[in-house]
């Protein structure tokens, strides 16, 4: 059974920092793109990092360039979202989510499409 299971989520003060780890089970890691993405309330789905392709493909929100660090241990079938000099806009429930590498686009505007396994999601609220 593909599972994603997402954890770290919680209240931090702005200015701080939050780990997002996801642990993925069912399925090999490594034979996917992964990807986050968040949803504030009231607001669409975004993409905070996606992959497009293998060949350096990885895009980054604007917003959160130079502050958030996605990363990955096939090792442990884990997947990371570092999060630093969070701020109040950045309150949302963020998600895992992967592609297989079969699928992959050229374009890195297309880098957050067909995300296919989704994890529950965790809440992260950055307020003083």
């Known amino acids: 059974q593909v599972q994603l299971v997402e954890s770290g989520g919680g209240l931090v003060q702005p200015g701080g920092s939050l780990r997002l780890s996801c642990k993925a089970s069912?399925?090999?890691?490594?034979?996917?793109?992964i990807g986050w993405f968040r949803q504030a309330p009231g607001k669409e789905r975004e993409g905070v990092f996606c992959?497009?392709?293998?060949?350096?493909?990885?895009y980054y929100l604007d917003s959160v360039k130079g502050r958030f660090t996605a990363s990955r241990d096939n090792a442990k079938n884990m997947m990371y979202l570092q999060m630093n000099s969070l701020k109040p806009e950045d309150t949302a429930v963020y998600y895992c989510?992967?592609?297989?590498?079969?699928?992959?686009?050229?374009?890195?505007?297309?880098?957050?499409?067909?995300?296919?396994?989704w994890g529950q999601g965790t809440q992260v609220a950055v307020s003083s």
């Open positions: 992959m497009s392709s293998n060949i350096g493909g990885t």
């Open positions: 069912g399925f090999t890691l490594d034979d996917y793109f």
């Open positions: 989510a992967v592609r297989p590498i079969n699928i992959y686009f050229q374009r890195l505007r297309d880098a957050c499409r067909e995300y296919s396994y």
